[in-house]
T-cell receptor
């Protein structure tokens, strides 16, 4: 079975500052990794995904994440945040068959003007 | 074109009632899911179906019964609703380990 840990439940950051949201996973098999964003009162939207290949993955809205197999991490980064980035961010892991999708507990990012 | 759709968007009902939430995906995906998101935003997988067959049934009360008439539909029926069932329920689908696509959610309020 897989599991995901998001260590930071809330991250406040000033506008135009960089941000990193942390995600660690555990799994006995090879996995795929994802980051999703949820804006208030909306569904989840895919930000980026790591399936294979380059460990640095670029997504929408200027976000990127780096897969680190030795540290079993998949941290999300953005060099300069905007007010509109205020949302809940979820890290997720799935097995390669795609039958099991597990989410972390989420990180609430608040961008302060 | 809506990829994953759910109905209804809002559901307000009394304790003890039975209700259903419908989900349809037009992405051609083989796997569909139901997730429950509580007031703390925690997303918990409830069920996973692959080609109409149940793959995952997490520790969910048997008052919750999923039904998949075909691989494009996964409905959720809930019997004897309780206060603790109040949450947002998301349907989702995926294909072969790719990304999971979510529906807009159904906000269930049990009074």
């Amino acid at each position: 079975a897989q599991s995901v840990t998001q260590l930071d439940s809330q991250v406040p950051v000033f506008e135009e500052a960089p941000v990193e949201l942390r995600c660690n996973y555990s799994s006995s098999v090879s996995v795929y990794l994802f980051w999703y964003v949820q804006y208030p009162n909306q569904g989840l939207q895919l930000l980026l995904k790591y399936l294979s290949g380059s460990t640095l993955v670029k997504g929408i809205n200027g976000f990127e994440a780096e897969f680190n197999k030795s540290q079993t991490s998949f941290h999300l980064r953005k060099p300069s945040v905007h007010i509109s980035d205020t949302a809940e961010y979820f890290c997720a892991v799935s097995d390669r068959a795609g039958n099991q999708f597990y989410f972390g507990t989420g990180t609430s990012l608040t961008v302060i003007p | 074109d809506t990829a994953v759709s759910q109905t209804p968007k809002y559901l307000v009902t009394q304790m003890g009632n039975d209700k259903s939430i419908k989900c349809e995906q037009n992405l051609g995906h083989d796997t569909m899911y139901w997730y429950k998101q509580d007031s703390k935003k925690f997303l918990k997988i409830m069920f996973s179906y692959n080609n109409k067959e149940l793959i995952i049934n997490e520790t969910v009360p048997n008052r919750f019964s999923p039904k998949s008439p075909d691989k494009a539909h996964l409905n959720l029926h809930i019997n004897s609703l309780e206060l603790g069932d109040s949450a947002v329920y998301f349907c989702a689908s995926s294909q072969g380990g790719g990304a999971c696509f979510f529906g807009p959610g159904t906000r269930l309020t049990v009074l």
